[in-house]
């Protein structure tokens, strides 16, 4: 079965300092991989996706994930961290393949959040 | 591109009353999510349509939530009656197609009291 692992619940960094934020993942093979934002009170918008090809992803906000399979990780990553950033961040493994038990449904990890100090 | 569109945003009931929520997901999205959201954690699907069939529904407590989507386009999510623990917040998504991305309406906020 699929699951996600975000091993950082909570993290707190300085306004221009770099960022990184873990998701692990435990699949068969190879999934499909997100990394969504969600700001108070508001709905999941997607920072970026892999789904194959070249593992260093670019995405919205000037995020960046890099997905290593032999880690099982997909990291966010950002060099320099505003104060708007402060948000929850959401990993999320989608099943590559259709077979049995598979429902191609998103699995969610628990959630980082993240605050930004001035 | 209107996103998806949920109402209504709040609502607050007392426990064993029914509610519904809505969702209006992306045109042309045949692939619609409900997802539940409890306080400090990701979102777990509740049931999943791709255009009017319900393909996953094996998380929906079918003794009390029950959702439709006719004719494939909108959907509405029912809680009868509805119970303290189902105080959470209810994502509608959608996605062209099931594996890819799929995009998030605002949610409703349930409030049982």
């Known amino acids: 079965a699929q699951s996600v692992t975000q091993p950082d619940i909570h993290i707190t960094v300085s306004e221009g300092a770099s960022l990184e934020l873990r998701c692990n993942y435990s699949?068969?093979?190879?999934?499909?991989l997100f990394w969504y934002v969600q700001s108070p009170g508001q709905g999941l918008q997607l920072l970026l996706k892999y789904f194959s090809g070249d593992t260093l992803v670019q995405g919205i906000k000037g995020f960046e994930a890099e997905f290593k399979r032999s880690q099982s990780s997909f990291n966010l990553r950002k060099p320099s961290v505003h104060w708007s950033d402060a948000a929850e961040y959401f990993c999320?493994?989608?099943?590559?393949?259709?077979?049995?038990?598979?429902?191609?449904?998103?699995?969610f990890g628990q959630g980082t959040t993240l605050q930004v100090k001035p | 591109e209107a996103g998806v569109v949920q109402s209504p945003r709040y609502k607050i009931i007392e426990k064993k009353q029914p509610v519904a929520f809505w969702c209006n997901p992306i045109s042309g999205h045949n692939t619609l999510y409900w997802y539940l959201q409890n306080l400090g954690q990701g979102p777990e699907l509740l049931i999943r349509y791709e255009n009017e069939e319900a393909v996953d529904d094996s998380q929906l407590p079918k003794d009390r939530f029950s959702a439709e989507r006719l004719k494939g386009v909108d959907s509405t999510l029912k809680i009868q009656p509805a119970e303290l623990g189902d105080s959470a917040v209810y994502l509608c998504?959608?996605?062209?197609?099931?594996?890819?991305?799929?995009?998030f309406g605002q949610g409703t906020r349930l409030t049982v009291v």
């Open positions: 998504a959608s996605s062209l197609a099931t594996n890819t991305e799929a995009f």
């Open positions: 699949y068969g093979a190879t999934p499909y």
């Open positions: 999320a493994v989608g099943a590559r393949i259709r077979s049995s038990g598979n429902t191609g449904k998103l699995i």
